[in-house]
C-alpha cells in the first residue's frame, strides 16, 4: 500500500465516521451505552490531525499513528480495538507484508485482545468476512479486493441483527440485545467501505 | 421502572458510579447514589440511604447495592424502619452488579428480574 | 510494597474508591486512580493507565483492577505494550477486589497473596 | 432502670469515648480503617447533646433517642450496631421490661443485625458474656449486675486478641487479624463500666 493511500484512506475514515456518528451512537444507545459515535469521533479527528502532521514515510507509518491516536483518544471498548487493528496494519505494511497478510494481522490481533469469536456480535462478525473476501479476491488486484472487503463487511454487520451479544457491554442485555445491528461492527463496515472507496480513486494527490 | 441505590462509604464513588449507570441505561431509570456519612465523610449514613431509596421509588421496587459488608448494616436497619416494604438489599459485587440491574432496570424488567441480573455479574468473568 | 491501580470508566469513582483503600491500607500502600476518559469523561485512558502503573510500581509488582470489561482491552494493551512486566491484571469484582488487596498490600504481602486476596472477595459474602 | 440513671449513663459514656476515642482509632489501624474513635466520638457527641434536648420522658425514651442518634450519627458498621443495642434496650424498657430483659434483647438485636457469633472477633464477644453476667447476678442488686457485666465485657474484649476475625472489616486481613484487640469489642466494655459507674453513684442529680 502506498503511503497517499493510507492517508487518503485515514482521512476518508475520518470524513465516514463524522457523517455517521449520529446513527453508530444510536446503535450504541439501543444495546451499549451510547457513545460509539462521540468515541469514534473524537479517535479519528485526533488521528486524522496525527497523520496530517505526520512527516513523510510510508503507509505503514501513517496506519501505526492512526492506531496508536485510537489506543489514547477513543475511550471505548472500540479504542484499543482498532488501535490495535490499525498498528497491527502498520507493523505488517512496515515488515514489508502485503495489505491482505496485514489485515489477516489485524483480525488476530482484535481477536486476541478482545477474546471475541465470530457470533458473539461485535466487529469480529464484520472484519472477519471482510478479511477473508480481500484474501479470496487479492488475484483480482487491489481495488476488486477492497470493495469485495467492504461488500463482505457490510455484510457481516448486517448478519449480527439476529445475533445474542457474547462480548462487550450489549452481552449485559442477553438475549434482549437480538434484534440490533452492533455498532462496532457497523463502524468496521465504514471503515472497509472508506477503504474500497479510495482504492478505487486511487491515492489523492 | 425499578429503582436502584447505591450505598457507598465514598460520596464520590457512589456519584461516579451513578454517571456511568445513567450512561447505559438512561435517564428514565431512577438510580440514586447514598454515598458518604451526614457530613460528606467515608462512611455511611443512615438518612442519606433512607431519601435516596424514597427518591428511587416508583412503585416497582428498589435495589439496594452496597460497597462492603459494613454498609449493609446500615442499609438493612434502613429497610427494616421503612414502612413501604418493596426496598430489596442484595448481595452482589457492587460496580458490577449495578451496571447489569441498571441496564436491565432500563429495559423494563421487574424487580425479580433485575435482582438476578445483579446477583449473576458475580459470575460474569472480566479477562 | 505491591501497588494497586484502578482503572475505572468514571474519574470520580476510581478516586473515590482510592480514598476508601487509603483509610484501610494507610499511606504507604501506592495506590493510584486512572479513571476517565483523558478529558475527564465516561470511559478509560491508555495513557492515564500507563502513568497510574508506572506511578505504583515501586519494585514489588502492581495489580490493576478493573471496573467492566471494556476497560480490559485498554489496561491490557497498556500492559502489552510496557516493557517492565511486573504488572498484573486481575479478574475481580472491582470494589471488593481493591478493598481486599489494599488490606494485603498494607500487610507488606507479595504480588501474588495480593492477587489472590483480590480473586478470593468474589466469594465472600455480604449478607 | 430510671430516667435520670440513663441520662447520667449516657453522658458517662460520650465522656469515656472522648477520654479513649485514640485507643479505639489505635486498635482499628491494627485491624480496620482507623476510625472506631472518631466515629463512636461523633456519634455519642451527638447523641448526649440529642438526649440533652429531650424533654423529660422515662429512660427507655433516652435510650431510644440515643440509639436512632447513633443510628444517623456514627457512620461505621458499629453505628447501625450500637443503634440497634440502645433502641433495643429503650424498646424493651419503655414495654415495661427489666434492664436485664433490655440487655438481651440488645444481644438478641446486635446478633440478628450482624450476623455475627461469639469467637468471630467483634462486639458481640463482649456483649455476650455480660448480658449472661447480668442475668446471672440480677439478683443481687442493680450495682451489682452492672459491675460483673462491666467485668465480663472487659475480659470478653481481651478474649478477642487470638481470636481471627470473621466478621467486619478486620476478617479481610484473615489469619492476620489474630494478635489484636478488637475495637468493637473494646467499646463495648466502656459502655458497660460506664453503666456499672453510675449504678454504683445512683443517678447524677
Ligand atoms: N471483546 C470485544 N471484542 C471485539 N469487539 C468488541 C469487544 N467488546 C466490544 N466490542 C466492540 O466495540 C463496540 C462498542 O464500542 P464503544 O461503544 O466505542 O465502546 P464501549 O462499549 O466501551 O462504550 C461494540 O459494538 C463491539 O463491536
Ligand atoms: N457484623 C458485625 N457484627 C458485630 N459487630 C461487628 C460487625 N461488623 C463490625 N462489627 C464491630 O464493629 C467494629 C468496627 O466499628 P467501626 O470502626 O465504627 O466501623 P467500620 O468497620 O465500618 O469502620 C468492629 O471492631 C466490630 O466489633
Ligand atoms: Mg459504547
Ligand atoms: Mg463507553
Ligand atoms: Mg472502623
Ligand atoms: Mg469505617
Aim: charged share 20%; aromatic share 2%; hydrophobic share 45%.
Amino acid at each position: 500500500m502506498e503511503e497517499e493511500l493510507a492517508r487518503a484512506w485515514i482521512a476518508a475514515v475520518t470524513a465516514a465516521v463524522r457523517t455517521e456518528a449520529d446513527r453508530l451512537t444510536e446503535l450504541d444507545t439501543a444495546i451499549g451505552d451510547g457513545d460509539h459515535g462521540v468515541n469514534l469521533r473524537r479517535g479519528f479527528d485526533a488521528a486524522a490531525a496525527a497523520v496530517d502532521s505526520l512527516a513523510p514515510g510510508s503507509a505503514g507509518d501513517v496506519l501505526g499513528k492512526t492506531g496508536t491516536t485510537l489506543l489514547s483518544k477513543v475511550g471505548g471498548a472500540s479504542g484499543p480495538l482498532y488501535g490495535t487493528l490499525f498498528r497491527a496494519l502498520g507493523k505488517t505494511l512496515r515488515a514489508g507484508g502485503s495489505l491482505a497478510e496485514g489485515l489477516q494481522a489485524a483480525l488476530d490481533g482484535v481477536r486476541q485482545l478482545g477474546k471475541a469469536a465470530p457470533g458473539d456480535k461485535t466487529m469480529v462478525d464484520a472484519l472477519t468476512p471482510a478479511v477473508a473476501a480481500y484474501a479470496a479476491a487479492a488475484g483480482e488486484g487491489e481495488a476488486d479486493a477492497a470493495r469485495a472487503a467492504a461488500d463482505a463487511a457490510a455484510q457481516g454487520a448486517r448478519a449480527t441483527v439476529p445475533m445474542q451479544a457474547r462480548k462487550g457491554r450489549a452481552s449485559y442485555l442477553g438475549e434482549r440485545s437480538i434484534g440490533h445491528q452492533d455498532p462496532g461492527a457497523t463502524s468496521t463496515a465504514l471503515i472497509l467501505a472508506a477503504l474500497a472507496d479510495v482504492t478505487a480513486r486511487g491515492p489523492a494527490r | 421502572m425499578v429503582g436502584i441505590v447505591l450505598v457507598s462509604h465514598s460520596e464520590r464513588l457512589a456519584h461516579g458510579l451513578r454517571d456511568m449507570l445513567v450512561q447505559v441505561a438512561g435517564e428514565e431509570v431512577p438510580i440514586e447514589a447514598a454515598g458518604g456519612t451526614d457530613d460528606g465523610g467515608l462512611g455511611t449514613s443512615y438518612d442519606r440511604i433512607l431519601v435516596a431509596i424514597d427518591r428511587a421509588d416508583r412503585g416497582a421496587g428498589v435495589l439496594v447495592l452496597t460497597d462492603l459488608g459494613s454498609a449493609v448494616l446500615t442499609a438493612r436497619t434502613v429497610l427494616e424502619d421503612r414502612v413501604a416494604n418493596d426496598a430489596v438489599l442484595v448481595d452482589a459485587p457492587f460496580v458490577e452488579g449495578a451496571v447489569a440491574a441498571a441496564v436491565l432496570a432500563g429495559t423494563g424488567a421487574g424487580l425479580d428480574e433485575v435482582t438476578q441480573a445483579a446477583v449473576e455479574a458475580r459470575d460474569v468473568r472480566k479477562l
